[in-house]
């Protein structure tokens, strides 16, 4: 049998038609906060509470997570696809002039998102190019907005049918 592998190109584009939320996972470390944009976001279990994203291999945000060993996941609103392209790629201080809260532990929240979740790093696995991170939800809260969503490139927000 011939198994041949996707082109990586295609399969984003293939991938793009599975319409995801859009979160921003974020920690803080040695006084300074990071963030990042990811729209891998799975729940994986109930008891106990647990979930999953995907970083990129070395990230700063990736590489705080595994020294922190804490992150806050938040989910974001229709109205913040601003935040969603701001907290992507190279550009440092994400966070100036940003409306901010910190849970009990430190990590960062941010205000006006659809929901927010602190968590425990359980398990950090390597996969290919990205890392998966496990983790434990310590608290969760959510507000009466609609999620902000991302499919075939564009954002959009959900309608119920």
């Not at 705080?64 to 790629?89: C, E, M, P, Y």
């Amino acid at each position: 049998m011939n198994m041949q592998t996707i082109d990586p190109k295609r399969f984003r584009s293939v991938m793009g038609a599975f319409p995801t939320g859009v979160a921003i996972i974020a920690t803080a470390w040695e006084g300074e906060l990071f963030g990042a944009t990811i729209n891998s976001l799975t729940s994986v279990s109930l008891t106990p509470c647990m979930l999953l994203f995907c970083t990129n291999e070395g990230s700063a945000t990736g590489s705080a997570i595994r020294k922190r060993k804490l992150f806050s996941v938040n989910i974001l609103g229709h109205h913040q696809s601003d935040l969603s392209a701001r907290f992507t790629g190279k550009q440092r201080n994400r966070f100036d002039d940003l409306a901010v809260a910190f849970s009990a532990d430190g990590l960062p929240l941010l205000q006006g998102a659809a929901a927010q979740l602190c968590c425990r790093v359980s398990t950090i696995h390597k996969a290919g190019d990205h890392d998966i991170i496990l983790g434990e939800v310590i608290s969760g809260e959510e507000a009466a907005c609609k999620p902000l969503v991302f499919h075939k490139g564009v954002y959009g927000i959900f309608q119920r049918a």
